[in-house]
């Protein structure tokens, strides 16, 4: 099957800094990728849609500017976030959609960021 | 308003046994359901999708129903392992390109050696 990769798998920043996580399609292109946030115990949350070429599509309550999503190619997305806070810290995963609609949605591994 | 819902308490059944996921969902007419499972601390796994003119779906040990009246979709592993175990997530997509897949809060499955 497809595989999306994600890196760092860990991280652990000071606070005020900023990390970026990476999300690659390794083997298809991948015109739309999402990014999701995933508390212990909870489900995922979409943080918001990234478009190749074109700027994120942010779910109501996402900070543009603290979550900065840049999608510059066909097999990478990165999130950014700057400035972090202890509250960022969670579970950040990425997917990537093959094609048009309907088809399946591959998930990276996701990334732990702990901001201390 | 729109709802995803699956049974947030554990299902825990005896290995051997099929164990049975339920997702319901109320203002969403998806043309696509799909399943996932989600071992802690990583990303979700590709299962299953079944379409919404599709009632039935299988993959190995695997089932899944979708009744689109009932606005339900029914998850089965039959023969379950202990290596089962996981969470199992529903997910609607309303088949509009570049729509993001909706999930549900899915379900601990335990299955007991």
């Known amino acids: 099957g497809a595989v999306v990769s994600q890196h760092p798998s860990w991280v652990i920043c000071k606070s005020g800094t900023s990390v970026k996580i990476e999300c690659r399609s390794l083997d298809f292109q991948a015109t739309t990728m999402f990014w999701y946030r995933q508390f212990p115990k909870q489900s995922l949350m979409l943080m918001a849609t990234?478009?190749?070429?074109?700027?994120?599509?942010?779910e109501q309550g996402v900070e543009k500017d603290k979550f900065l999503i840049n999608h510059a190619s066909l097999t990478l997305s990165t999130l950014t976030v700057t400035s972090a806070h202890p509250e960022d810290s969670s579970f950040y995963i990425c997917?990537?959609?093959?094609?048009?609609?309907?088809?399946?949605?591959?998930f990276g591994e996701g990334s732990w960021l702990t901001v201390v | 308003s729109q709802k995803i819902e699956q049974n947030s308490e554990a299902l825990n059944i005896q290995e051997g046994k099929t164990a049975t996921l339920t997702c319901n969902y109320t203002n969403y007419s998806p043309a696509y359901l799909q399943w996932y499972r989600q071992d802690p601390g990583r990303g979700p796994v590709f299962l299953l999708l079944?379409?919404?003119?599709?009632k039935e779906k299988r993959k190995e040990r695997l089932k899944v129903t979708f009744d689109t009246t009932l606005k339900q979709s029914l998850f089965h592993i039959t023969a379950s392992q202990p290596a089962d175990s996981a969470t199992y997530l529903c997910a609607l997509d309303t088949g509009n390109a570049g729509n993001m897949l909706t999930f549900g809060g899915g379900t601990r499955l335990m299955v007991k050696p």
């Open positions: 990234s478009n190749e070429g074109s700027k994120a599509t942010y």
């Open positions: 997917s990537a959609k093959k094609g048009g609609a309907g088809n399946t949605i591959y």
């Open positions: 079944i379409r919404e003119n599709e």
